[in-house]
């Protein structure tokens, strides 16, 4: 049975992507996984813009597939294999419904300074780690820590 971890990537984070990208190769490495690489979108046409037209979703997601293919290709090495899914959807429930729809054997993904929201609603990596099925591996930046 072929085993497949699970590296969700905010791309609009430089910084979560170095953290995240070398513990993800590693465990897909050493378990000899498949690794996937996931974006989540927010749906900004049906919660917030009901006036967008599709096709201005498409084009979101075609983009961001691009950005996400060159994270694949500048971050993991040719003897792992891997591919890539972009979601459309609210954050952090988009991501839990992909998990438990593709029962990865790990999640490994970076932690964020907590903003003030954080606080209220809770941070999308407390979320994951509560409602996934498997188990989750959340980096922190150690020059952050505190």
């Known amino acids: 049975m072929s085993q497949k971890i699970l590296a969700p990537i ?40 009901p006036y967008m037209e599709v096709d201005s979703t498409e084009a979101s997601v ?5 950005d996400l293919q060159k994270v694949g290709q500048n971050h993991v090495p040719s003897n792992v294999t891997w591919n890539m899914a972009v979601e459309v959807g609210r954050m952090p429930r988009t991501l839990v419904a992909h998990i438990n729809d593709t029962r990865p054997d790990m999640v490994v993904m970076a932690a964020h300074e907590p903003g003030l929201a954080d ?28």
């Open 10 to 49: 905010d791309l609009s984070q430089d910084s979560a992507i170095a953290l995240t990208m070398p513990y993800a190769v590693e465990m897909a490495e050493t378990r000899g996984a498949t690794l996937e690489l996931l974006t989540v979108l927010p749906d900004f046409k049906a919660e917030m813009y």
């Open 62 to 66: 075609k983009s961001v597939e691009q």
């Open 119 to 146: 606080y209220f609603l809770g941070s999308v990596s407390d979320y994951v780690v509560r409602h996934a099925h498997c188990p989750v591996l959340v980096v922190r930046d150690p020059n952050n820590a505190g």
